[in-house]
């Protein structure tokens, strides 16, 4: 009886050792943006959220701040043409028949027209800051998201960091470089997340708040110039020139 050949088992051993290797699952070294917002966890889906938000206000902002929604050149043109006829009742149809910026301001004005034009000065103004403040509201979303973002980046690094610590505290110190990866991946991905959505919801923020601010003051001097019939009609004429006495001559 024969045993073994002692080449062949040399032979085998390594081959055997090359199946199981082979067999063995290969970790995934490509980077993918799905595994990286997975790997975000809760906090991560909540940053998404925001950034998908911030998307849509911009949308909506860049939409609605333009000087052809808000201040038509065509209403200002036909409500000054209607005061100019004296003709208050077209004024007044053509601005609600436009619902807009310069139409709120117009309708404010010209409802304190019997008042007098100080009057109509001020019902301007406080339309004008009441119209701000309504534009002003949902481009103040983008500022919460904009401070709201990397507090929860911060928060995600927070629970990647107790779940690293945690993992040293089970294993006695123990703990080898890829036990405490995920935890830390998990860390720096939120961070990097709620960077990437604070800064172009704020930068945004900045742009729409300075556009608003820009048409507001447009519409004021639109509004004036709109209702400057008014003004003269409400103008107290001037006295005629007394003639002079004859011994003046």
């Known amino acids: 009886?024969?045993?073994?050949?002692?080449?062949?088992?040399?032979?085998?051993?390594?081959?055997?050792?090359?199946?199981?290797?082979?067999?063995?699952?290969?970790?995934?070294?490509?980077?993918?943006?799905?595994?990286?917002?997975?790997?975000?966890?809760?906090?991560?889906?909540?940053?998404?959220?925001?950034?998908?938000?911030?998307?849509?206000?911009?949308?909506?902002?860049?939409?609605?701040?333009?000087?052809?929604?808000?201040?038509?050149?065509?209403?200002?043109?036909q409500v000054r043409s209607a005061l100019a006829a004296r003709d208050g009742k077209q004024a007044v149809e053509l601005c609600r028949q436009q619902p807009c910026l310069l139409s709120h301001v117009l309708l404010a004005g010209m409802a304190e027209l019997e008042a007098g034009w100080s009057e109509v000065e001020k019902a301007v103004e406080d339309a004008l800051a009441?119209?701000?403040?309504?534009?002003?509201?949902?481009v103040e979303y983008l500022s919460v998201i904009g401070n709201l973002a990397p507090m929860l980046g911060l928060l995600g690094t927070v629970v990647g960091m107790i779940l690293a610590f945690r993992t040293v505290a089970e294993t006695q110190g123990a703990a080898r470089a890829a036990d405490l990866a995920e935890a830390i991946y998990l860390a720096l991905v939120t961070t990097v997340e709620g960077l990437i959505v604070a800064i172009p919801a704020l930068a945004l923020y900045a742009y729409f708040r300075n556009r608003t601010d820009e048409l507001t003051a447009e519409a004021a001097s639109v509004a004036q110039r709109t209702l400057l019939p008014l003004k003269r009609r409400r103008s107290p004429a001037k006295p005629p020139a007394a003639p002079l006495p004859e011994g003046g001559r």
Not at 130 to 138: P, T
């Open 1 to 77: 009886m024969t045993g073994p050949n002692p080449v062949e088992s040399a032979v085998a051993a390594p081959a055997g050792r090359g199946d199981a290797e082979a067999a063995a699952p290969q970790p995934d070294s490509k980077l993918s943006l799905w595994g990286i917002l997975k790997a975000g966890g809760t906090v991560g889906f909540v940053i998404i959220l925001l950034s998908l938000a911030t998307v849509a206000l911009a949308i909506e902002q860049a939409l609605t701040l333009r000087k052809s929604v808000l201040l038509p050149e065509s209403l200002a043109a």
């Open 130 to 138: 009441e119209q701000s403040a309504r534009l002003l509201r949902k």
